[in-house]
């Protein structure tokens, strides 16, 4: 039985999604939530173990299929260890990314179809979807520049930027494909409006107590 809610944060790297979340996080509390944050990949012993290896800017010869399937074993893992139980005690869950970002990083970015990504989720994930997905729209221009300013880059971020394009113009192709599930947020915005944004959107879609 699943009583909680699935939220998930999409976006480039530099959208702003860190902040977006404690933001969220703390709108939730105050109206007497439970909240628990997790990232993905990550989020359990196991998922940050793969988490490191995906993202080691050392490891440039990795293939992308190699890639692809390590994503999938963290977010197993992510779901079957943290996120499925956690729902089923009626909490809110907030993930950095889940599988839109398979669909935009691996697909549009590194050629996978559609339907082998959908084929994995079936396979690995449980029908553990998300309820909410938000979509932080900011161009990537302007999103690598602000990561590049904040931190050094990892390997996808180090990623050139057609690459990058590729994925933004996947998110917004989901945003048509999924209209019901993904809510594009104009994250070009101040930080304050990006949030007072998503917040109609929580407002509209949760039945809060």
Do not use: W
Request: proline share 3%; aromatic share 10%; charged share 30%.
């Amino acid at each position: 039985m699943r009583d909680g809610i699935f939220i998930t944060i999409e976006g480039t790297d530099g959208s702003g999604k860190s902040t977006q979340i404690k933001n969220i996080e703390n709108y939730l509390i105050k109206r007497g939530y439970e909240v628990v944050l997790t990232r993905d990949p990550g989020g359990t012993l196991i998922s940050e173990s793969i988490r490191q290896i995906i993202l080691n800017p050392d490891n440039t010869k990795m293939a992308k299929t190699t890639e692809l399937l390590l994503y999938y074993a963290a977010r197993a893992q992510l779901a079957e260890e943290l996120i499925k139980p956690a729902l089923s005690e009626g909490k809110i869950v907030i993930s950095d990314r889940y599988i839109d970002s398979t669909y935009v990083y691996q697909g549009f970015g590194r050629g996978f179809e559609k339907e082998t990504i959908d084929s994995l989720n079936d396979i690995s994930l449980s029908g553990v979807l998300p309820d909410i997905t938000f979509f932080l729209d900011v161009s990537p221009m302007i999103a690598l520049k602000r990561r590049f300013e904040a931190s050094t880059l990892d390997r996808i971020e180090n990623e050139k930027i057609d690459f990058h394009m590729k994925v933004y113009e996947g998110y917004k192709m989901l945003c048509n494909i999924f209209p019901e599930r993904i809510r594009r947020v104009d994250a070009a915005k101040s930080q304050n409006a990006v949030f007072q944004d998503i917040r109609a959107i929580l407002d509209e879609s949760i039945h809060f107590k």
